[in-house]
């Protein structure tokens, strides 16, 4: 209308304008789209860790995939996986139809017997006198029907009471009369004065490191037992045995790199009223297990740190620091992906570095619960046929065992390679299966030397094992054992 003027802009009648609008419009889109698909992605990695956070916290703690997230493979990869499977298997027997027609008998079961190095107490059991007269002389004695029942006695702590023997002079003039009295030597003991015998000492000391019993338990035992034997004296008397079985220790040491293979594993710990360092602080404690063939030691190594420089302090001493005695052979270092073994692994002495199958199996187990259930599932099947050739070769002697993995694993790790290189193309790498698949990539290098020694493990589970007590039994709280400084506790088995 005239006197008014219009506020819309004009639209572009040029094609190159038309064309930068649409381009603009395109690279908006495509933005958006983008940021879609991130949201999406980081929706899905959300969902996915709110779900393995479930599973940990509720749910059993286990390497098994749970029930509930046994989930369908997809149709593909079910279609791949049973092909690989069958091809694996061994061909089929002829059926042995006489074989077929006998009937199946149901196996009882069968009572071990009771171990023949304990002691017998036999009670002899016999009709009664009444009934013994009521039967005559028709009836003749034809010997026992034996059985056996396990019994216990309840533990007896007595006390060893030390009489030592006193001798004076008769007179002034007998050879060494000026010495007073004369009165046998004591008794060799652990601990100088202590009122605790070796065979105390070994039952403290077996209950908390071998049995997870901390202390504050064993002194309720004690406590019913009428005994007063406080934690505080047995923390004590721990602390006293350093020194004397320090020679002990030291032969344990240097007989821990006598073997081919050293596993190693590491678990965090709280100490209170460590000096110098906050309740809040971690600290570490370290397991070696190693030695030579029927001679394994588990050598245990208390620090403050998880640096590198614990087990190079351990396992790479020099002659020097070991005595002055020729250094211990080559070894393998095996240990999950942890970085710091990577450096002790780089050591002239480390023949090399074995890794650890049941950390990678984990990931899957956890990638399992997420979206991408189906091709977890699938690494967790080839990962299962790796583990059924080494429970086959359980008995088998190393040189067995290097030849057969040669011919049945290394095929399997093959397969494995092959499926990880092809997978992580197509996998986002913050989710629960990319997380699992990078980190299989990463510690493949270690993770095929067991193929080189047939004393090698496919696992780390060695050191897992022998640390899985101190885990469990685990209570410094008000100890003093605990120091800022290493120190080491042995224990060979």
Not at 453 to 464: C, H, M, V, W
């Amino acid at each position: 209308m005239p006197g008014m003027s219009s506020t819309a802009q004009p639209l572009p009648d040029a094609p190159a304008e038309l064309r930068a609008i649409i381009a603009q419009l395109t690279e908006q889109l495509a933005e958006a789209e983008r940021e879609r698909g991130a949201q999406e992605q980081r929706i899905a990695q959300l969902l996915e860790t709110i779900e393995l956070l479930k599973r940990k916290r509720f749910g059993r703690s286990t390497d098994q995939v749970p029930d509930s997230q046994l989930r369908l493979f997809d149709e593909t990869e079910l279609e791949a996986l049973i092909g690989a499977l069958e091809a694996e298997l061994p061909a089929p027997a002829a059926p042995d139809t006489a074989k077929d027609k006998e009937t199946p008998t149901k196996r009882k079961p069968v009572r071990r017997p009771l171990p023949s190095h304990l002691p017998r107490v036999e009670r002899l059991l016999d009709l009664d006198a009444e009934e013994k007269a009521a039967m005559g002389d028709d009836w003749s004695f034809i010997g026992y029907d034996t059985s056996e029942q396990l019994a216990i006695l309840p533990r007896q702590t007595y006390v060893i009471v030390y009489k030592r023997a006193k001798y004076v002079a008769r007179t002034q003039d007998v050879p060494g009369a000026e010495i007073g009295v004369k009165i046998a030597p004591r008794p060799e003991q652990i601990i100088p004065k202590s009122i605790a015998h070796a065979s105390l000492l070994a039952g403290i000391v077996t209950a908390k490191f071998v049995d997870a019993l901390p202390l504050y338990r064993q002194e309720q035992i004690f406590e019913r037992e009428g005994i007063d034997l406080t934690r505080q004296t047995m923390s004590g008397l721990l602390i006293q045995l350093n020194a004397p079985l320090a020679p002990i220790a030291a032969a344990l040491k240097a007989q821990l790199r006598q073997g081919t293979v050293v596993h190693v594993d590491e678990t965090p710990v709280q100490v209170l009223r460590e000096p110098g360092r906050d309740n809040t602080q971690t600290s570490y404690m370290w397991v070696f297990c190693g030695g030579p063939p029927g001679q394994p030691v588990r050598w245990f190594a208390y620090a403050d740190s998880r640096a590198a420089s614990v087990p190079k302090g351990v396992l790479l001493e020099t002659p020097a620091q070991a005595g002055g005695t020729d250094p211990p052979p080559g070894f393998y270092l095996q240990s999950d992906g942890y970085s710091a073994y990577g450096v002790v692994a780089n050591a002239p002495e480390v023949i090399g570095h074995a890794g650890c199958w049941t950390h990678v199996r984990r990931k899957f187990v956890d990638a399992a619960s997420g979206r991408n259930s189906g091709a977890a599932q699938q690494m967790l099947a080839y990962i299962g046929q790796l583990y059924a050739v080494e429970k086959r070769l359980r008995e088998a002697t190393p040189a067995e065992r290097h030849t057969a993995r040669l011919q049945q694993s290394r095929p399997i790790l093959d397969a494995i390679k092959t499926w990880l290189d092809a997978t992580v193309t197509r996998t986002p790498p913050k989710g629960l299966l990319g997380k699992a698949v990078h980190y299989a990539l990463g510690q493949w290098p270690i993770l095929t030397t067991f193929l080189e020694d047939g004393r090698l493990e496919i696992d780390n589970n060695t050191a897992e094992n022998a640390i899985r007590p101190f885990v469990i039994g685990r209570n410094y709280a008000h100890l003093r054992i605990m120091r800022s400084r290493l120190e080491p506790v042995s224990v060979s088995r």
